[in-house]
C-alpha cells in the first residue's frame, strides 16, 4: 500500500487542474508530495527541483520565438495562410487535419515533438488553415462552428504529439514508464516499450482521423451564417 501512496501526486495533479488552482502551484505540491511520500526528506525534495531546474535552463530559450510569432502574425501570416487553402482545388478541412495529423505522429516517433505545437504550429497557421478549408466547403461558418474547428486543430495537435512520442525510445515518458515497471519486476528495455506504443499511435490515428471527418460531414448540415442571416 506504501508504494501506492507515491502515485498520490498524480491525484493532487488530476484534482488540483480540475478545480482550476494555479498550475504552477499544483504541479510544485504535487512534487512535494511525491517526494516525501518517496522516502525523501522535505530539503532533498527541494534540492532534487532545484538541480532539475537548473539542468533544464535552456527550455527558456524557446521563449524567444514567441515574439518572432507575434510579430509574423501582425503582418498577415494567419491571412496568407488561409489565402494558400483557398487556392487548394479539393482542399477540406478533414483531409488537412488527418494530414497534420499524421505529420505530428511521424515527426514525433523520430523525436522532432517541438515541431509542432499550440504557439508555434496550431494558432498561426493550422487553425486559420482549418477554417479556411471549412468555410470553402461549407460557407460562411455560425461563431459556434468555427471555434469547434479551432478546438479540433489543437486537439489534432494534442493527439499526434501524444500517441506519436512514445515512439521514441528517448523520450522522457518512456523512461518513466521504464521505471515503474522495472520497479514492479518486470524489466523492459525503452526499444521494447517504444514497439508496443506502435499500434497503439496507429489506433489512435484512425480513431481521431475518423472523429475530424465525421465532424466535418456534420458541418456540411449546418446552415451557414449567411443563410442563417437570409432566414431572418
Known amino acids: 500500500m506504501a508504494d501506492y501512496l507515491v502515485l498520490s501526486g498524480i491525484l493532487i495533479v488530476v484534482v488540483g487542474f480540475a478545480l482550476r488552482f494555479n498550475p504552477l502551484l499544483v504541479v510544485v505540491v504535487a512534487a512535494i508530495a511525491t517526494g516525501l511520500l518517496g522516502g525523501l526528506d522535505f530539503v532533498a525534495v527541494i534540492e532534487a527541483l532545484g538541480k532539475a531546474f537548473n539542468d533544464n535552463r535552456y527550455i527558456s530559450v524557446t521563449w524567444i520565438i514567441l ?5 509574423l502574425e501582425r503582418y498577415g501570416l494567419q491571412q496568407r495562410a488561409r489565402t494558400v487553402i483557398e487556392g487548394l482545388r479539393g482542399a477540406t478541412m478533414g483531409k488537412l487535419l488527418v494530414v497534420y495529423l499524421g505529420f505530428r ?20 497557421l ?14 460562411d461558418l455560425p461563431d459556434d462552428e468555427r471555434e469547434k474547428v479551432k478546438a479540433m ?33 518486470y524489466p523492459l528495455t525503452p526499444l521494447q516499450l517504444s514497439v508496443w506504443a506502435i499500434p497503439t499511435a496507429i489506433c489512435a490515428f484512425f480513431i481521431h482521423g475518423s472523429r475530424i471527418l465525421a465532424f466535418d460531414r456534420r458541418l456540411g448540415r449546418i446552415p451557414s451564417r449567411r443563410v442563417e442571416e437570409k432566414r431572418r
Open 67 to 71: 515574439p518572432v510569432i507575434g510579430l
Open 105 to 124: 505522429q511521424v515527426t514525433a516517433a523520430i523525436g522532432m515533438k517541438d515541431i509542432g505545437g499550440h504557439p508555434q504550429a496550431v494558432r498561426p
Open 126 to 139: 493550422v487553425a486559420p488553415m482549418a477554417e479556411a478549408a471549412a468555410e470553402k466547403s461549407h460557407g
Open 153 to 185: 486543430s489543437a486537439a489534432t495537435d494534442n493527439v499526434g504529439l501524444f500517441f506519436g512520442e512514445d515512439i521514441f525510445f528517448a523520450i522522457a515518458s518512456i523512461l518513466l514508464i521504464q521505471g515503474v515497471f522495472e520497479s514492479a519486476g
